[in-house]
């Protein structure tokens, strides 16, 4: 128990700091955009023309413009010379310039790309067990526990199983350091159906594609086909939250297990985990007092709709339309498209997607999350792999702005 609290205690501090710097605005105003470049306005103009500064209409002033803040920052150091390295090291963890080199996965142009391939395209074939093999670089994995595990409290909600779970392999398991990438792919596989034990019950004693079985202990037959799509697209999203959360652990040497458990812990946060849920929660208001009066609600008290937009994708997530192109949207669903795209300017996301998939099949309450958990195992074990393989440290330093020695 000591040893999962220290961990989830870590993790919240990690998830808090990274939260805490996501508030940054992506999107500038034009004054401050110029304030930063040092520029007339016609130069801000000819560079967007260029494509050198991506822009877009402001939501609450149609007339206005705002400009991506990254393209501007990279603009206006070419204008001031090369920037020290403490802001370079500062802006890297705001949707900034990359952080860390990786081969696993990327987004390019508006396309999500899993060593190359599109993933939209691979969702529309592909298993989640194909997805590991291109990530991983081995064969398919079947997602099988060795060991049976010892099953949670009845009132213990899905992720506080997969917590527990992890934790109690993390306990034991041994480092990763110093074995081979077969050994950690394979006991990789293991873990991941521990995971998928603790999620949705002991597996059947064939072994079946992950989706199917999601399917078979939701009692969903029907909904396979559209699980299957969204654990491909969930796999991995070059380094988000998670993601980084996961690597940073492996870099320690610390267990397969272990590092599974810091990225699983991170969703516990409503920033990155809780994402569908919220959407959910706004659904639930619209259905009592109307789509746009809750739209408006949601946002006078300050909260950002979960459901619209991605920094990564300035002009739509591509994941969200692979995954709805086979779903006929609820009217619920299709009223909150339209009416938060008109508000907001932002076009809805895989968040939002992942919602309207559980409410079209009557998915279980806390299957967006479930999805999306056992998916991203997929690219946090790529991602370790990766790690592991450098035989670095990460271990980044911290710009004191506490007191002066007295």
Known sequence: MSLILATLTLTSILIYSINMVMKTALWLPAGEALELMQVRPQTLYASVSRGRIRAKPDATDPRRSLYHRDDVQRIAARTRGRRSTEAVASETIQWGEPVLASAVSTVADGRLLYRGQDACALASHATL??????????????FMAVAPMTMPRKDATPLQAGLLALAARAAVDPPSRGRSRAVLQAEAADVIGTLADALIGPAPTKPVALHA?????????????????ALVLLADHELNASTFAARVTASTGASLAASLLTGLSTLTGPLHGGA????????????????????REWLAH??????????????????????????ELPPAFTELREIGEKLLGETVNIDFALAALAAVH???????????????????????????????LIRPRARYTGPAAS
């Open 213 to 229: 079985r999601l399917a078979s202990a939701w009692r969903r037959p029907r909904a396979a086909d559209d699980l299957r799509r």
């Open 362 to 392: 009557k998915l279980p309450p806390g299957a967006p999350l479930m999805l999306f958990a056992l998916a991203r195992t997929v690219g946090w074990t790529a991602h370790v792999l990766e790690q592991q393989a450098t035989g670095h």
């Open 302 to 327: 300050d909260r950002s709709l979960a459901a619209f937009g991605h920094p990564l994708y300035p002009n739509g997530d591509a994941r969200c339309g692979a995954l709805l192109a086979n779903i």
């Open 129 to 142: 067990e194909d997805v590991a093999a291109l990530l991983w670089e081995s064969a398919p994995p079947r």
């Open 276 to 295: 569908s849920a919220a959407v959910q929660a706004l659904m639930r208001n619209a259905s009592a007092i109307g789509t746009e009066a809750a739209v």
